[in-house]
């Protein structure tokens, strides 16, 4: 079982930047973060291997980057040039064992 805690939303102004933390509780292998915004459906956003090869999504590319560090069991996504239409829920995901695994979210607001 894994257990992933996230952490680093809250209320930013346009343009502006956050780092978002998903602290897993094992060594895991592929990391991703999905976001949902209100309203609407889940959607990915980045994914991170434990060699560190990446993925981003085409929305956020240029403006967000996902890095992993392996001895602490932890993945970041590095947030800016924020938008309002970058408010959502972001979530942390993987996969062990044939099983997924979600954390609990954490809100990123982008307001003036």
């Known amino acids: 079982q894994v257990q992933l805690v996230e952490s680093g939303g809250g209320l930013v102004q346009p343009g502006g930047s956050l780092r978002l933390s998903c602290a897993a509780s094992r060594i895991i292998y592929d990391m991703a973060w999905y976001r949902q915004a209100p309203g609407k459906q889940r959607e990915f956003v980045a994914r991170i291997s434990r060699g560190g090869i990446t993925n981003i999504a085409a929305s956020v590319k240029g403006r967000f980057t996902i890095s992993r560090d392996n001895a602490k069991n932890t993945m970041y996504l590095q947030l800016n040039s924020l938008k309002p239409e970058d408010t959502a829920v972001y979530y942390c995901?993987?996969?062990?064992?044939?099983?997924?695994?979600w954390g609990q979210g954490t809100r990123v607001t982008v307001s003036s």
């Open positions: 995901n993987t996969v062990f064992v044939g099983n997924e695994y």
